[in-house]
């Protein structure tokens, strides 16, 4: 069964850091493109970034470019998202996606995670 | 980048009901388009990619068709268990930009 759990989700200050996780399991992890997928609560959903299954290749949603970065360990199965320089507007649940192609153009995401709510607050 | 848009925002049909809701994209993405499901309180689950391919699993009541800048998602007989935010997402480059939502209820 394909799973992926987050971690990482806290109260965080504006201008702070954070790291998030993701353990992946179920299915062969080095093989995947791997989303990040954020939503404010009771609000649409945001597609925040993405890692080829090489971690050769990255991309990022204009919001987030320049403060978050995305990584994987392979050897570990596990998905990371570094996000500095938060912002009120960051707050939203991030759902760790498994896309269904290893590349970077052309797969679709198949599976999700359950979430982790990071809240951007003073 | 391309932006994609859903309409309508909301609606409410009776179970039933054949339902459609239209998604479109600011510029030719082809067939790479999924839609997805979002029930209260649940994580999003895939229905439907490549425009028109369903999901192993979906119920055969769900559709989708178009290509190009032009889709739609049908569901033939709306269930009670149907209930829930459909959203479209374009998947043939990076942004991978989702639509605003749909979100239906039960009449």
């Known amino acids: 069964e394909v799973q992926m759990v987050e971690s990482g989700g806290v109260v965080v200050q504006p201008g702070g850091s954070l790291r998030l996780s993701c353990a992946a399991s179920?299915?062969?992890?080095?093989?995947?493109?791997m989303h990040w997928v954020r939503q404010t609560p009771g609000k649409g959903l945001e597609w925040v970034c993405l890692?080829?299954?090489?971690?050769?290749?990255?991309y990022y949603a204009d919001s987030v470019k320049g403060r978050f970065t995305i990584s994987r360990d392979n050897s570990k199965n596990s998905l990371y998202l570094q996000m500095n320089s938060l912002r009120s507007e960051d707050t939203a649940f991030y759902y760790c996606?498994?896309?269904?192609?290893?590349?970077?153009?052309?797969?679709?995401?198949?599976?999700w995670g359950q979430g982790t709510l990071v809240t951007v607050s003073s | 980048d391309i932006q994609m848009t859903q309409s309508p925002s909301s609606l409410s049909a009776s179970v039933g009901d054949s339902v459609t809701i239209t998604c479109r994209a600011s510029?030719?993405?082809?067939?790479?388009l999924a839609w997805y499901q979002q029930k209260p309180g649940k994580v999003p689950k895939l229905l439907i990619y490549?425009?028109?391919t369903l999901e192993s699993g979906v119920p055969s009541r769900f559709s989708g068709s178009g290509s190009g800048t032009d889709f739609t998602l049908t569901v033939s007989s709306l269930q009670a268990e149907d209930v829930a935010t459909y959203y479209c997402?374009?998947?043939?480059?990076?942004?991978?930009?989702f639509g605003p939502g749909t979100k239906v209820d039960i009449k």
């Open positions: 997402q374009k998947y043939d480059s990076a942004p991978r930009t």
């Open positions: 179920g299915f062969t992890f080095d093989d995947y493109t």
């Open positions: 890692i080829r299954w090489d971690g050769g290749s990255t």
């Open positions: 996606a498994k896309d269904s192609s290893g590349y970077d153009l052309g797969g679709f995401i198949d599976y």
């Open positions: 510029q030719d993405i082809n067939n790479y």
């Open positions: 490549a425009a028109s």
